[in-house]
């Protein structure tokens, strides 16, 4: 507990009158990958928006690296090394594939991540490096938004849904990538409908359950009949 | 000849013209805030020019070097304190804002400078000419139009070249996505504003070499600088110079049928292209 990275205390959210998260503890130790599942509205995407500091909370509801940072701006998020790949992906559609990612780096943190390396991950945005990144297919639109994050050299990734609306073979080819990205000691935490590819690219597993932690556990060990009571509450 | 004579000095005029609207155009593609102070700001700068002049003795050409600046700080400090309050999904209340802000504007310089015209002296440049043919070509509305030209390719390599311009186009797409990306919103938006507002000095100071101005001078300049923005097509620059143009000649021409028409022929033909072509004539091409 001491050496997490990351962590949630008893962190609330709201849209206007409605709490969409109640009271949700969760750590993340440095270099793992952690998976949360979760039916749609269980509040998984809110709980990343609230990490990346577009949702704004009670300062000491997240903990990064020792920091405060739950009342801090999504700007100010990213500077301290913490980068969303948002739901959707919600590329700019003004700038060009290119152009995406270099504003992914534009606050200049050192790290492994260049230009080179994501056209090296995935070859096929080189080639369409100068389209407008809405000509892109829904695979590609994804890819970009991956190596938007990359490329702020973070020390924690934040992925939102990366298969949603993807093609099985796309989404294979994504997942084939992961282990390239949080290999070198990047921390991830990973939101995902496809509960077998979540516990299959983690070591830890969160599911929640109308805004509340269901449950807890080790990806490989934890018994499959706990993650379906947790995820559905019956 | 006097018809080609009207058409040159028209086009020069949409030079002044495409100044007022390259302000306007710039915020309003950046954050989507419609300045209804725009113009009253285009009078603000004029008058800051008369300030400079009497109090420094500087020729109004010169004092462009303080008043541009000056503006440009205005600009910063306007959006971060004012109306980066109002900004959000809703168009509305920036709008009121910026209206309650022309209105204040306005009384203010009514208080401090009189209701009295006042003119920018900048000396023999203003009645200097060439001959071309057989057209006389003022020295000063070609050197306002070569300006205009010269601001729009600068902002227009600004936004396409310069990472600056990169941040202004994210954050128009998606402010909350450009924030995660590390760009402070506030910033960025001061920022536009800061160089909307430089180049509103150019236009006021070349407003009151041109023209005599008084306090509420400021609506008319808007109304143009609004109708080469939609003449030329929301959201692009080189379609504002064309509808400052386009304007400005219709007002030559109109004013040599019958020299009350000027103003009311470019509103025709600004109304005709509106009616026409709802979205400009040169829309950006949106992804």
Known sequence: MADAILSLQALNAHYG????????NLTVNPGEVVAVIGAN????????????????????????????????????VAALGIALVPEGRLLFPSLSVEENLVIGGQLGRKGPWSLQRVYDLFPILKERRLQQSTSLSGGQQQMVAIGRALMANPDLVLMDEISLGLAPVIIRQIYEALPGIVGEGLTAVIVEQDIAKALSVSQRVYCLQEGRVSLEGQSQTVPRDDITRAYFGV | MDWLNAILQGTLLGGLYALFAAGLSLIFGVMRLVNIAHGDLIVLSAYIALSFGV????????????????????????????????????????LLVTFGLSVILQNVLL???????????????????????????????????????????ALQWMFYRTALGRAFRATSDRQDVAQLMGLNRAHIFGLAMALSLAVTALAGVFLGIRTAFDPAAGGARLI??????????LGNLWGTLAGGVILGVAQTIGAKIDPGYQILAGHIVFLIILALRPRGLFPRIDG
């Open chain 1, 17 to 24: 009158d409605f709490q969409a998260l109640y009271g949700v």
């Open chain 1, 41 to 76: 509205g269980a509040g998984k995407t809110t709980m990343l928006r609230s990490i990346a500091g577009l949702l704004r909370n009670a300062p000491e509801a997240i903990r990064w690296k020792g920091h405060l940072i739950g009342a801090l701006r999504a700007d100010q």
């Open chain 2, 55 to 94: 109090s420094l003795g500087l020729n109004p050409l010169v004092a462009l070097l303080l008043v541009v600046p000056t503006m440009a700080l205005i600009g910063y400090a306007l959006q971060r304190l004012i109306l980066n309050r109002t900004m959000g999904e809703d168009l509305l209340p920036p």
């Open chain 2, 224 to 233: 143009f600088g609004f109708e080469a923005v939609i003449i030329g097509g």
């Open chain 2, 111 to 153: 208080m401090g400078y009189s209701a009295d015209p006042q003119n920018l002296q900048a000396g023999a440049i203003e009645t200097a000419s060439v001959t071309l043919g057989p057209l006389a070509v003022g020295v000063m509305p070609v050197m306002v139009f070569v300006t205009a030209v010269v601001v729009i390719a």
